[in-house]
């Protein structure tokens, strides 16, 4: 028994050793505060194995010393116990307590497309399977796709067409969708894309030329550009407002000098936003596109309260960015 015991103990110490060694070794990546959490684990681990393994020669020594052996054993399994532990609830410690099973995650249900036509359903599925041209002839068809109809989600044809306009890894061919469905009558609405989130809002947080594009075809086709988000503020307060759709708001007339609804952010505009949030690009489109500095007095003082107050955060590769400079050289003046 002893001597399991024992070859159990190194066993565990050459595994925390290793562990050791690969945490201790491995590149320093992350930011500001998390670099070198991993040598700072490396070099504990590495305590805790040698630890162990005084425990297990002085218990080595002698008869007598089984008591040594058990706890050079137990300090170097703790570390792959706490593991277990945390990483894997469902197996770890809640085999032991049933009532520390990891709850199970709400997950949304995969859709089905359940539009109360058949038409529909078929057009949802072409969307679905890029075939365009079997969507353009089931518009052309008799009877057409109900272009008002929901499905279970609350999504029209229009939402899932833009949708599909603007997923990451699509093409241009991807624009055909919710061309066809425009020219068929299909009038973009703000709650085409059921719950969640409103039409302007999913796309002028997309990325890309095509998400530009898409805007453009909504806007043309009717939905307004101050058309509010689910948070009741217009997309130029988007967090994650990209440079392109900044640009077609503003040449698609977007009010300019609207304040921020939040409570006690009254004073600020969309530029002071976008610079709170550090998206330079944007928030100097949005200040060459006339957008105010914000809604403070004197004019300009709460921007520069906000750049002040943030300053430490701005990293190197931020400073290191044109659309930084361009932006900081009117504000500072």
């Known amino acids: 028994m002893m001597r399991i015991l ?30 070198g959490l991993g040598q700072g684990f490396g070099a504990l681990l590495g305590a805790i194995a040698l630890a162990a393994a005084a425990l297990l020669l002085w218990g080595a020594r002698g008869e007598g010393r089984l008591l040594a ?5 137990a300090v170097a399994a703790a570390p792959v116990a706490m593991t277990v532990a945390l990483t894997v ?3 770890g410690l809640g085999l032991i307590f049933p009532a520390w099973h990891q709850s199970a995650r709400a997950t949304e249900p995969s859709p089905q497309y359940a539009y109360p ?13 890029n075939d365009y041209e079997r969507l353009a002839a089931l518009l052309r068809s008799t009877p057409a ?41 299909a009038g973009p609405r703000g709650e085409d894309l059921g719950r969640g989130e409103t039409l302007i809002e999913a796309v ?13 075809m909504l806007i043309d086709a009717g939905l307004s550009p101050d058309a509010p988000m689910t948070d009741g503020r217009p997309a130029l307060f988007h967090p994650r407002l990209a440079p392109e759709a900044a640009r077609v708001l503003l040449a698609r007339g977007v009010k300019r000098d609207v304040p921020d609804a939040r409570g006690g952010a009254d004073d600020w505009s969309p530029v002071t936003y976008q610079a709170d949030l550090r998206q330079w690009a944007t928030a100097l489109v ?23 107050n943030g300053e430490a955060q701005i990293t190197d590769d931020e400073r290191a960015d044109t659309a930084f400079h361009a932006f900081m050289a009117p504000v500072r003046r």
């Not at 110490?13 to 505060?33: N, Q």
């Not at 002028?204 to 453009?216: D, F, S």
């Open 6 to 35: 024992r070859g159990l103990g190194w066993c565990l110490v050459d595994l925390d050793l290793v562990a050791a060694a690969a945490l201790f070794l491995s590149p320093d990546v992350g930011d500001a505060a998390t670099r």
């Open 117 to 129: 036509d058949a038409a529909g359903r078929e057009a949802a599925l072409a969307l679905v399977l």
């Open 69 to 73: 052996v058990v706890l050079g054993t």
């Open 89 to 91: 609830p469902r197996h």
């Open 145 to 185: 796709p109900d272009l008002l109809a929901r499905d279970e989600r609350g999504e029209s044809l229009l939402g899932l067409a833009t949708r599909t306009a603007i997923m990451d890894g699509g093409t241009l061919r991807d624009l055909e969708g919710l061309r066809a469905l425009l020219a068929a009558g």
């Open 286 to 308: 949005l200040l060459e596109g006339g957008v105010p500095r914000d809604h403070g007095t004197p004019p300009g003082s709460m921007l520069a309260r906000v750049i002040r």
């Open 204 to 216: 002028a947080g997309a990325r890309g030329k095509r998400a530009g594009i898409v805007l453009e």
